[in-house]
């Protein structure tokens, strides 16, 4: 399975007369793309604005982040499952906006304890992943009286649909800057010695309960999944998206999973193997938990014939603990685990730092950022879904890191790390 990734390098995202790509200028025609994103009947009216690295600019409530992406034509289906039909992710061509992003805000949430924003300037930029970025910023206005599942459907499938929009300006468009990404073996590729390295991933916490038409995986809420196997390249190409919580990633991060490519990397390079990835979820009920963690580590020993095995887990408390039983697990089939924590001392005291502990599990990354925040003074440009929002947004006077997106990624994407002293 091969997949190739085309990348258009975007520096620069202006409204104009028509839609297109020029260098790395990308030119939205604003009437056009909102008559798009409109077909869906139960969006009332949108707000459609752009927002630029280093600029005065505060963003929330953030639904989601989707890196602008469409498959080459006749190379596959964007989404499958949820915006293109069923189709095997992760081959053919992808063309990529790199440089921009889709942000859709939430017009039903309000600034809360899991609401996520943007910060585009300052030391609250620089943290996130974000910062510096070309943002679309789409701020719809649902039906009166909408349920809160149909407002979070509608809010995912806005995303896809402006992500495919965007990126369909570089079909029949050259670069040189493309990505190869394969994982498949030539008779004469000799990997004799090389240790063979599983990735166990939650893609979500069940402690969050699913909608019933809640996409996460190829269209499905995954209530119910067990563990299963998938290509790294389903993953970089639109297979996965984030779930309606939001949960400390976004499906940008998905697109462009830091820890899968650095894996992928060091199989292309033979420093590993690359064995493949197996997807969980955390479980709300002890059973179910006992069973995937079982299934998710004897997959890895005897399926993928893993010598090794690193392990992330979704956002929240509870999923710590499907993460550190798998790991025991695997260290007990005889295969050393990494595994990839967050901060969870509210108190900042190493001793409150782990929600498991197990001697053999003892290579641990240790993700920082929760306790980390910048003072802030009242940015020029708010874009928020209501007038209420974006008052309280005007007014912050501190923002916290688990406030903003990507600062507390808890799978290899922050860059901020905790640290005992």
Known sequence: MELEIINHDIESMVFGDTTGLSGKELTINHDELKTHLLEDRRIQDIDIQIAVPGESCRIGVVFDIVEPRAKQTGSGSDFPGLLGPFAVAGQGSTHVLRGSAVTVIDPSAFPGITSKMLEMQGEPAAASPYGDLCHLVLSPKLLDNSRRDAVQNAL?????????????????????????????????????????????????????????????????????????????????????VASYWVMRVETYFYQNHPLIKELLRRHQSKEIT???????????????????????????????KAD??????????????????????????????????????????????????????????????????????????????????????????????????????????????????
């Open 274 to 304: 690359f064995a493949g990835v197996i997807v969980t979820v955390a479980a709300s009920k002890e059973t179910d938990r006992n069973r995937n963690c079982m299934l998710a580590a004897n997959m890895a020993k005897s399926t993928l």
């Open 156 to 240: 995912r499938m806005l995303s896809v649909k402006a992500s495919v929009y965007l990126a369909n300006v570089s079909q029949g468009v050259e670069s040189d800057d493309i990505d190869i990404y394969n994982l498949d073996q030539s008779d004469t590729d000799s990997r004799a010695g090389i240790p063979r390295i599983a990735y166990i991933a939650q893609i979500h916490g069940h402690q969050m309960t699913v909608e019933v038409d809640e996409p996460i995986l190829y269209g499905s809420n995954t209530e119910g999944m067990m563990p299963m196997i998938l290509n790294p390249n389903e993953i970089l190409d639109g297979a996965l």
């Open 308 to 421: 090794g095995v690193v392990l992330t887990k979704y956002g929240g408390g509870a999923p710590h603990v499907d993460m550190g039983e798998t790991a025991r697990l695997c260290e007990a089939m005889g295969m050393p685990t990494v595994v990839q924590v967050s901060d969870s001392s509210g108190d900042r005291k190493a001793e409150s730092a782990m929600l498991f502990n197990y001697p053999e599990v003892d290579a641990v990354i240790y993700g920082g950022g929760g306790d980390t925040g910048w003072d802030v003074g009242p940015p020029e440009r708010v874009i928020a879904g209501t007038p209420e929002v974006a008052k309280v947004l005007k007014n912050l006077t501190y923002i916290e890191g688990g406030a903003l997106c990507g600062v507390t990624n808890q799978q290899g994407a922050s860059k901020i790390r905790a640290t005992v002293y």
